[in-house]
């Protein structure tokens, strides 16, 4: 399968304060990544399906100036949360498609942010 | 009513049993149907996938689809204590093309040595 880094791994930040995640993908051109959000013991939430050169699709409740997404290059998506706040906290995964048939998504490991 | 239920466990069972984990789906469009397996504080892995009805195997793994029942499993044979994980499912549709994955809450799996 595909594989897919993601950095930092673990953040802390202070309230307020922006956090920027990176997607990378390491052996496949992918046009479409996907942010997922999982809270403790809870399934993984899609946010937005981010998409080379075009603007990022947000799903409902997800605030689009607050969670801001760039897919400059096919290799390389980056989500930045804005003015973070404790309730932000969570683990944001990234994810690619395989590209083929099915369409199924190798994930990233994930990025543990923790908002003081 | 979610689009997709699966039972959030926690689920335990002893080294070598035989574990079933099991979906429903109400989304008749469905047509591709994986089970991710996940370690905690890390990414899903996808371990299998299937298209529409019927079974696959993949060593001492499983999966079964039942499209008129809205039905999916996965079997794990001999089970491990390093099968310890929750275990997502996840199903698309027919459009190829970054269709996005909708995905059970997860089934937390203890395998107990």
């Known amino acids: 399968g595909a594989v897919v880094s993601q950095h930092p791994s673990r953040v802390i930040c202070k309230s307020g304060t922006s956090v920027k995640i990176e997607c990378r993908s390491l052996?496949?051109?992918?046009?479409?990544m996907f942010w997922y959000r999982q809270f403790p013991k809870q399934s993984l939430m899609l946010m937005a399906t981010?998409?080379?050169?075009?603007?990022?699709?947000?799903e409902q409740g997800v605030e689009k100036d607050k969670f801001l997404i760039n897919h400059a290059s096919l290799t390389l998506s980056t989500l930045t949360v804005t003015s973070a706040h404790p309730e932000d906290s969570s683990f944001y995964i990234c994810?690619?498609?395989?590209?083929?048939?099915?369409?199924?998504?190798?994930f990233g490991p994930g990025t543990r942010l923790t908002v003081l | 009513q979610k689009e997709v239920e699966q039972d959030p466990g926690p689920l335990s069972v002893p080294e070598g049993a035989i574990v079933s984990l099991n979906c429903t789906y109400s989304?008749?469009?469905?047509?591709?149907f994986m089970w991710y397996r996940q370690y905690s504080r890390k990414g899903p892995e996808l371990l299998m996938y299937?298209?529409?009805?019927g079974n696959k195997e993949d060593g001492r793994f499983t999966a079964q689809v039942d499209k008129s029942s809205k039905y999916i499993s996965l079997f794990i044979r001999d089970s491990q204590p390093s099968d310890s994980a929750t275990y997502l499912c996840a199903m698309n549709g027919a459009n190829f093309g970054n269709e996005k994955l909708t995905f059970g809450t997860g089934t937390r799996l203890t395998i107990i040595p």
């Open positions: 981010s998409n080379e050169g075009s603007k990022a699709t947000y």
């Open positions: 299937t298209y529409s009805s």
């Open positions: 989304n008749s469009a469905f047509q591709y």
């Open positions: 052996d496949f051109q992918a046009t479409t």
């Open positions: 994810s690619q498609t395989s590209g083929g048939a099915p369409d199924t998504q190798y």
